[in-house]
């Protein structure tokens, strides 16, 4: 059992730390005017809860063709798609109205639009609209990532700016006519940190993008028009009016360079502050919900429990008269399983089973939280920590079928191989058959989180 433990941390540490994360290894430094990738990942609503793919919808495509970047098991569970973009940055060089595309969509929506399409077959133009407004509709947000940092994303309005934290960025918005606009013009800003001791070679620390929606920017933006040295502003996008989601929508970004003092090792520090409208915030409203419910009823069933064993406490503990010893010979109450305790319960083999696959996913929970403390599974690699679950749960199906079979062999069962078997084969056949139900629909629904089938096979043989 030593040497299996043994066997297991060291396959653990090697699954997690080879191609893991620890601090000042595998870091990427850039010199100046190096090419910094901007990829994309796959669009994400919380509505919906469906991810798909960046280029389902008509943006702007890199030139060549789409390329999906490596990518592990752990990212394919995770509905991660990631893949190249037209975007191009470069080392502290600034960019100044920089158009990527232009993408032809179909006239505005009205009434009378809808009835001519209800007549007509629609058009490709106008079957991008209806995707877009569907799309905006849904709460969809787009996911960059640079250095595999994701940004933080703001809006300015007349009141200020607005921070909408590290979860993605919208495609457009509804005004109060219902109206749909996009954000077809970003300010990308990018904080670097020089590497020390190292001259001429920089670290990305920080990665912010800037919404605005500008209408006919070439011709109403003077850094579009001309070669200047100006970042657009929110009066001038202000000025120059929205972008409504019809006819020519022209793409554009702007590049900015800062130095900054947060060293790489601190860089995920920022992301870990919460906004005012972060959608986090309601995960731990349901969470404490929930444990609020579970904390009343454990107080209510104990409550219960406590009140009858007093009843029966103090009724063996009076002075019984001759009426009560005759009733006493009949045992009742708590005496009634006093030797329950040393009996197999019925159901042996079950609760062996039971058992022993909880012991393999308290050991694999225990096993990842040391991965993710010690580093191997940081955030700086995606799908990493997926796959430090998965593998920690395959070996530590070693302790289960022990665990398993000893409890079983201690309830005076005969057929301990048969409670092994059980207990590699139970829990992963009923989650494998839910996993493989819910990837049939996303499948359905054209979702990115459907896991093609080649990695469905891998997860086979991993079992």
């Known amino acids: ?146 250095d595999n940092l994701p940004p933080i994303a703001y809006i300015e309005d007349d009141n200020g700016m607005n921070i909408l934290g590290s979860h993605g960025f919208p495609i457009g918005y509804y005004d109060e006519s219902k109206i749909a606009y996009i954000y077809n013009h970003v300010n990308i800003v990018v904080d670097y940190h020089e590497v020390e001791g190292m001259q001429n070679f920089f670290r990305v620390v920080k990665f912010s993008v800037y919404l605005l929606s500008i209408k006919s920017q070439e011709d109403s933006i003077e850094s579009c028009k001309t070669k200047s040295t100006d970042h657009i502003t929110y009066k001038m996008a202000k000025s120059a009016g929205p972008q409504p989601l019809s006819n020519g929508v022209q793409f554009t970004y702007d590049v900015e360079w800062k ?127 997926v796959m430090a679950l998965l593998f920690n749960y395959e070996l530590m199906g070693i302790a289960a079928g022990f665990v398993a079979a000893r409890l079983y062999k201690t309830f005076k069962g005969k057929s301990w191989q048969k409670c092994t078997v059980m207990t590699a084969l139970g829990f992963p056949c009923v989650f494998f058959s839910i996993f493989f139900i819910m990837d049939i629909s996303a499948a359905f629904y054209g979702s990115s989180d459907a896991v093609p089938f080649l990695q469905i096979l891998l997860l086979l043989s991993l079992w």
């Open 1 to 146: 059992m030593t040497s299996a433990i043994a066997i297991t941390l060291l396959s653990t540490f090697l699954c997690c730390g080879v191609d893991g994360y620890m601090p000042g290894m595998g870091l990427h430094s850039f010199k100046s005017g190096e090419i910094v990738k901007l990829k994309v990942n796959s669009l994400t609503s919380m509505k919906t809860l469906l991810p798909v793919s960046y280029f389902r919808l008509p943006f702007c495509r890199p030139e060549g063709s789409v390329k999906l970047d490596h990518e592990n098991l752990g990212e394919f569970l995770s509905g991660d798609r990631i893949m190249n973009s037209p975007y191009i940055l470069k080392m502290k060089e600034d960019s100044y109205c920089e158009k990527v595309c232009k993408v032809y969509l179909g006239p505005p929506l009205t009434p009378d639009t809808k009835k001519k399409n209800g007549k007509e077959k629609p058009t490709k133009q106008i079957l991008d609209t209806l995707q877009f407004r569907k799309f905006i509709r849904n709460d969809y947000h787009i996911n960059w990532l640079v």
């Open 259 to 385: 130095n900054s003092d947060i060293s790489f090792a601190h860089r995920w520090d920022v992301y870990l502050h919460q906004t005012k409208r972060d959608d986090t915030g309601v995960h731990w409203k349901a969470i404490c919900n929930s444990l609020f419910t579970v904390i009343c009823l454990f107080f209510i069933i104990a409550c219960v429990l406590v009140r009858n064993l007093k009843k029966d406490f103090a009724r063996y503990n009076s002075v019984a008269t001759e009426e009560e010893i005759e009733e006493a010979k009949e045992e009742s109450g708590w005496k009634l399983v006093h030797a329950d305790v040393f009996r197999p319960p019925g159901g042996a083999l079950f609760l062996s089973v039971i058992v022993g696959t909880g012991v393999q996913i308290l050991l694999m929970s225990l096993l990842t939280v040391i991965c993710a403390l010690i580093g191997f599974a940081s955030p700086n690699h995606r799908g990493h920590l």
